[in-house]
C-alpha cells in the first residue's frame, strides 16, 4: 500500500506570493490533517478534512486555507506569504474512524525569502 | 485545552542499553489516545507505538513498550537494545475527541556506539 504522498518536496517562495502544497492520502483514508513545524513552535495542527469537509481548524491567520477533493486528496494554501511561514509542512491522514494513528507524509520544506 | 510536555529535550544512550523517554500530558477527556512517533533527519514521522487510555496493559511493538499511568497522566517510552537506528527525534502525541493531535516539544535520541 502507497504512503502519504506529498508535493512538491522543496519550495522557495517570496513574501507576498502565495504557495499551494499537495498531499494524497493512503488509499482509503478519508481524513488529512496539516501540520506545522517549526524549530521554535514545535508541531501545530493547522486544519483536518474529511469526506470534502474541514471538521477542524488549528489558530492560525486566514491566509491559510484548505480543501479536500472526492478522491481524498488535499490541498493547502497560504496567500501573501510571510517570512515566519518558513517551515516544514507534514500532512497525515487517517483512517474514517477518527481517533486512531495518523500516517505521516514526508513534508513540503517550505522556505520564505 | 490538553497539552503535552517532555521535559528532556535531548538524552543519550549507549548502543544496546535501554532508555525511557518521558511524557506527561493534561486532558479532562476519559477517552483518548496517546502515540509515540519517531521523526529521523529524513523528516518522515513514523509512528512507534500506539496507546488506547481505555486499555489497562501497556503496549508494546518489539523493543518498544510504555509504560502508561492514566490516573497520573503519564506516558513514557522505553527502548530496549538500543541500535544506531533509533537515533531520532521521539514525539509523544495525544489525540483529542476532535481528532486533533497535539504534539509535545520531542526529545532527540542520540545512540552512542
Known amino acids: 500500500k502507497a504512503g502519504v504522498t506529498q508535493t512538491p518536496r522543496y519550495l522557495i517562495k517570496t513574501r507576498g506570493q502565495q504557495v499551494t502544497l499537495s498531499c494524497s492520502p493512503i488509499?482509503?483514508?478519508?481524513?488529512v490533517s496539516w501540520y506545522q513545524q517549526t524549530p521554535g513552535q514545535g508541531l501545530q495542527f493547522l486544519f483536518e478534512y474529511f469526506s470534502e469537509t474541514q471538521r477542524n481548524k488549528g489558530n492560525f491567520p486566514g491566509r491559510f486555507s484548505g480543501r479536500q477533493f472526492s478522491n481524498s486528496r488535499s490541498e493547502m494554501n497560504v496567500s501573501t506569504l510571510e517570512l515566519g511561514d518558513s517551515a516544514l509542512y507534514l500532512c497525515?491522514?487517517?483512517?474514517?474512524?477518527?481517533?486512531?494513528?495518523?500516517?505521516f507524509g514526508q513534508g513540503t520544506r517550505l522556505t520564505v525569502v | 485545552a490538553q497539552t503535552v510536555t517532555q521535559s528532556q529535550p535531548e538524552m543519550s544512550v549507549q548502543e544496546a542499553e535501554t532508555v525511557t523517554l518521558s511524557c506527561t500530558y493534561d486532558?479532562?477527556?476519559?477517552?483518548?489516545?496517546l502515540f509515540w512517533y519517531k521523526q529521523p533527519p529524513s523528516r518522515q514521522m513514523i509512528l512507534v507505538i500506539r496507546q488506547e487510555a481505555y486499555k489497562q496493559q501497556n503496549a508494546t511493538e518489539n523493543r518498544f513498550s510504555v509504560n502508561f499511568q492514566k490516573a497520573a497522566k503519564s506516558f513514557s517510552l522505553k527502548i530496549s537494545d538500543s541500535q544506531l537506528g533509533d537515533a531520532a527525534m521521539y514525539f509523544c502525541?495525544?489525540?483529542?475527541?476532535?481528532?486533533?493531535?497535539?504534539f509535545g516539544k520531542g526529545t532527540r535520541l542520540h545512540i552512542l556506539p
Open positions: 486532558t479532562s477527556e476519559s477517552d483518548y489516545y
Open positions: 488509499s482509503g483514508h478519508r481524513s
Open positions: 502525541a495525544y489525540r483529542n475527541r476532535d481528532d486533533k493531535i497535539i
Open positions: 497525515a491522514s487517517s483512517s474514517w474512524t477518527g481517533r486512531t494513528e495518523a500516517f
